[in-house]
Every structure is written in structure tokens, then in C-alpha cells.
């Protein structure tokens, strides 16, 4: 009987020499039961394969179910090929060996947060069946010395950089140019490429992360670099201190160059950078501290205070750090002036009688505005032909405001002025030189090229008060043109009807229109059209302004 539970005994013992103590992170919740091995002792003493087992289930590890390899991985070919099992793997002593201190309870040596996560199975050994969560990571454990930053996705192109800041490229090019094999790195690149690395936890002078390789349980990886002393952070606060852009930069996530490469260099080095990773490939570094490394670029230039926190300072303390020296440097110099002396004048000097020099003359006004320079013709450019007519406009308005000083052109309004510079441009109608302009400047007023062609006739005609008849109608006030009706008739007319400020001819073809300034404008249009276009000179007299149209016999 007793010869029969040697090997029982033998098993139970092995099993718990390799098992894991885990801390529950949730409160009140126990720690789930953890099988490492991934071979069992039979009750006869036989070897046989399995997969590790908590409460009759199969064991799915962070990256999904623990048997065979993952779609997408690189093989493991720096593993040796006893270690290159197809069953699941036990955390064994080489993981161990590389324990950072920030993740072990304080007097117990327990794994906790990152750790704790490694070879846990689907079910919680209650037989509720909870998933456990698939980052190892525990951000909630972060604070101003240490941060936990979630995975990268996978990247869509593998031919764009890994790192667009200057900073970020500085990193990638101290790995490299330290690195003894480059195969490895450009399988690390891949395992960055493809997203295999686990949420990154950063504190001073230590990257942490794991790092999915051929094998079902993910790799432990460290990055370390040494963080600066106490010396070297006054020098560097002083540099910063010194020149407000810097400070301004570091606000903005940007770090200036001459700031980091300066006395006290902030970036590593090649050689400065120390990886070290839990799987048996013993490369400088291997392709699972590569992808690491390639993984925190992307991280740098993110946030660039996670450089400031390699270094051994925290990006609040940083900044206090900053805000302080730079405070008392300011105040340190104020003192250092000279107090300004207080303005002041005597009382008798204020009143005391003074008499100014007369002004000057001022200088003669042109006697016409000058020529502008020719404009040359640039294919796609602006019309040099109308260039020259603003060019020749200004200059004028200049010169009348030096004249008479005052500007009647700065009193209209955006169409009245558009009616204005198609009206002074030469020619007349819709010439095709002329199209080009009358298009622009109707569609920067919102009006047609046919409204703008109406009102520059009218503008023509009588200028301002010519616009301003064609536009709005009005009730004169008796006398003036109760008094038109009665000349027209004497002038052998026949009766021109009466509507508002306007007098039309019977068969429809002549019309009269009383301005505010006392003209009478006479228009004209098709018979049995309301077509009205501006003809003739306006005149007081409105048997004058029908007179300028043609001989009255036609009429």
C-alpha cells in the first residue's frame, strides 16, 4: 500500500514546488487556483499529457487559449528545443529571476499587479466561470513614479516609421546601433508590427511589459536605463530654468532639442539601454526586449514625460520644479534692478507760458494721380488688365482725399461701389474685354452680370442719384411734378400716365422719372415690355429730358 502512493506523493510534491502564489486583486474576491504543470503523475506512477486543469476546465492564458501557437507569431528558434514544448508552460525560476520589486508586496515577496496574471485560468475555482482579464497589467496601482500604459494595436503599414518625433527616432537609434544581432531586431519589429506586446508599466529606470512569443505563455521583459541623480537634475532644471521657450515646450509635449542633448543628456546612448527578458535567448537584445523597445518610441512620442519618469522624476514634480526655479529667478532679478525714478515736473514749469513752433507747411498735393506700374500677365493669376484699373482707381481716391479731404467713395456700399468700377472701366455693355470684371463684381454682390450692366447705365446717366432713381421708387411732393403733365401737353405730347415719382408714355416705350435732386431721367424700353433702361442727359425740364432722347415727333 505504501509503495503504491510514492508516486501520488512525488506528484503533489513537484506540482506544489512550482506553484505561483497569487494576491487577489479585487477585494473580497479569493485568488484563483493555479495549475502550472503541464504534466500530471498518474496514481501508477506513469507520465501523461495534459493541459493545466482548475475545476475541470482548460486553462486559457492572457492571449487566449493556452495550447498550441498563436496565428501570426514568429517561431521561437533561439529557444532550445527542449524548452519548444507543445503543452502549456510552468512559470519556473527564470521567470522569477527577473522580479521587479515594484510588483512584489511590500514584506511578503507575493507577485501582484503584472505578475499575478501570468498562467491564471479561466475559471476562478469557484465554478462561476469569470474571464480573467486579458492585459496582466494593473494601472490601478499607478501614481506619480509609475504609470501603466495600454497596448498598441497593431500597426496597418510596417514600412512607416516607428516614431515621428525626434526623440522617439533617438531611442530607436540607440538600440540599434547597441544592438549585436540585427535578425533579432527585425523579428522584434514584427512582434511591434503585429501588437503582440501587453500594456507597458513605466517607472524610474525600468520598462516592464510581456511580451507574446511562439510559447502560450507570454514573455516578462525589462528595459533599464539609469536614472539621473540629484546633481544632474539641478543642472538640467537649471538649463530649463534659464530660457522660457523651454518650459513653453515642455507644457506643449514637446521636448527642445538643444534642452535634451544638452550637459545633462537625457537620452540613452548606444550600450545604454539594459533589456532583459524571462525566455532562454540569451541575444543582445532578443526579439522579445526589441519589440519592447520599439513599442515605448511609440510610447515616447505619445507622452515625452514618460523619458522624464525613466529618468527618476515624476511629470507633476517635474513641473513644480520648474514653476518654483523659474518664480524665483524672476523674483531674484526684480530685486536686482535699479527702482525706476519717478516721472515728474516742476509746478512752475507746468505753468509757466510756453509758445510752440508753428507747424510746418504741409507739402503740395499732386496735381493728378501718378501712373501705376504695369502688370504682367501670370497664367491663372488675376486679370492684369483689371489689377491696372484698381491700381488707378486707388490712386485717385488718394489724391482727392489729399485735395479736399474727404473720401465720397468710402460713404457707398459694396454694390454701389461694384457700380461704380464696372461704370468707370471703358467701353460699354457687355463687351467681351468687359465680362471678366462685370462677372466678378456682380457675384461679390450678389446681384447678375444683366443687373450690374442696368446700373452701370444708370450710373453713367447721373452717377449716384442715377443709381439710386433706377432703384427706389418714391411719393414726390406736390408741385414740381403736378407741373410736368401740363409742359408735356403744351410740347404737343399726349398724356403720359402717372404712377409714384414716374411718368410713362401711353403706347409704354417712354418713361420719365423724378429724382431727389430735381432731375427728370428718362428711360426707355420695348413696347408691351416693362424692360426700363436708362437714355439720355437728366434735365430740370422734363420736355429737355424727353428732347435728348430724338426729335419729339417720334414720340
Request: glycine share 10%; proline share 12%.
Amino acid at each position: 500500500m505504501r509503495r503504491d502512493r510514492r508516486p501520488r506523493e512525488v506528484g503533489e510534491l513537484l506540482a506544489d514546488a512550482f506553484r505561483l502564489p497569487v494576491t487577489a486583486d479585487v477585494p473580497g474576491e479569493a485568488p484563483p487556483a493555479i495549475a502550472v504543470s503541464a504534466w500530471s503523475a498518474a496514481a501508477d506512477g506513469t507520465a501523461r499529457e495534459g493541459t493545466e486543469q482548475v475545476g475541470g476546465a482548460p486553462v486559457t492564458g492572457p492571449f487566449g487559449e493556452v495550447p498550441g501557437t498563436p496565428s501570426g507569431e514568429f517561431p521561437d528558434d533561439d529557444a532550445p528545443r527542449s524548452s519548444r514544448a507543445e503543452g502549456p508552460a510552468s512559470f519556473g525560476p527564470a521567470d522569477r529571476e527577473h522580479t521587479d520589486p515594484a510588483d512584489t508586496d511590500a514584506g511578503t515577496g507575493t507577485e501582484t499587479g503584472a505578475d499575478a496574471g501570468v498562467g491564471i485560468s479561466a475559471d476562478t475555482g469557484t465554478g462561476t466561470g469569470a474571464a480573467v482579464p486579458r492585459s496582466m497589467a494593473s494601472p490601478r496601482r499607478d501614481g506619480e513614479l509609475r504609470r501603466t500604459f495600454p497596448a498598441f494595436p497593431p500597426r496597418s503599414s510596417d514600412d512607416a516609421p516607428f516614431a515621428a518625433t525626434w526623440w522617439g527616432n533617438a531611442w530607436i537609434s540607440a538600440l540599434e546601433k547597441g544592438a549585436l544581432d540585427v535578425e533579432r531586431l527585425a523579428r522584434g519589429r514584427g512582434y511591434a508590427d503585429l501588437g503582440h506586446v501587453d500594456a507597458i508599466t513605466v517607472t524610474p529606470g525600468l520598462v516592464l511589459a510581456y511580451v507574446r512569443g511562439s510559447r502560450p505563455r507570454p514573455y516578462r521583459v525589462q528595459v533599464r536605463l539609469r536614472t539621473l541623480d540629484d546633481a544632474d537634475w539641478e543642472r538640467f532644471l537649471d538649463a530649463a530654468a534659464d530660457r522660457p521657450a523651454h518650459i513653453a515646450a515642455l507644457l506643449d509635449k514637446d521636448v527642445p532639442e538643444s534642452l535634451a542633448e544638452g550637459e545633462v543628456p537625457l537620452l540613452p546612448g548606444p550600450g545604454d539601454l539594459d533589456p532583459r527578458c524571462s525566455c532562454p535567448d540569451r541575444g543582445h537584445p532578443c526579439k522579445h526586449a526589441a519589440a519592447l523597445c520599439y513599442q515605448t518610441a511609440r510610447l515616447l512620442d505619445a507622452d515625452p514625460f514618460v523619458l522624464f519618469l525613466l529618468r527618476g522624476r515624476g511629470e507633476r514634480s517635474l513641473l513644480d520644479a520648474l514653476a518654483r526655479r523659474s518664480a524665483t529667478r524672476a523674483a531674484r532679478a526684480a530685486q536686482e534692478r535699479d527702482p525706476a525714478p519717478l516721472p515728474g515736473v516742476r509746478a512752475t514749469d507746468v505753468l509757466a507760458r510756453r509758445e510752440l513752433p508753428p507747424l510746418p507747411a504741409p507739402l503740395p498735393a499732386p496735381p493728378h494721380p501718378e501712373q501705376p506700374p504695369a502688370y504682367p500677365a501670370v497664367p491663372g493669376g488675376p486679370d492684369p488688365f483689371a489689377l491696372d484699373q484698381l491700381a488707378t482707381d486707388a490712386a485717385a481716391r488718394a489724391q482727392a482725399v489729399l485735395v479736399t479731404g474727404h473720401d465720397p467713395v468710402a460713404e457707398l456700399t459694396l454694390w454701389q461701389d461694384a457700380v461704380r468700377l464696372a461704370a468707370a472701366r471703358p467701353g460699354s455693355g457687355l463687351t467681351a474685354g468687359s465680362r471678366s470684371l462685370y462677372s466678378s463684381l456682380a457675384s461679390a454682390a450678389g446681384r447678375t452680370p444683366g443687373e450690374l450692366a442696368r446700373a452701370v447705365a444708370a450710373w453713367r446717366q447721373g452717377g449716384l442719384d442715377g443709381l439710386t432713381v433706377l432703384e427706389e421708387p418714391w411719393d414726390p411732393p406736390a408741385g414740381r411734378f403736378d407741373r410736368a403733365r401740363p409742359l408735356l401737353l403744351a410740347a404737343d405730347l399726349p398724356a403720359f400716365r402717372p404712377w409714384r415719382n414716374r411718368l410713362t408714355h401711353p403706347h409704354g416705350h417712354v418713361q420719365l422719372r423724378l429724382g431727389r435732386d430735381g432731375l427728370w431721367y428718362a428711360y426707355e424700353s420695348e413696347p408691351g415690355r416693362d424692360d426700363w433702361w436708362p437714355r439720355g442727359t437728366p434735365d430740370p425740364d422734363p420736355v429737355g429730358a424727353l428732347t435728348g432722347l430724338g426729335a419729339t415727333d417720334d414720340l
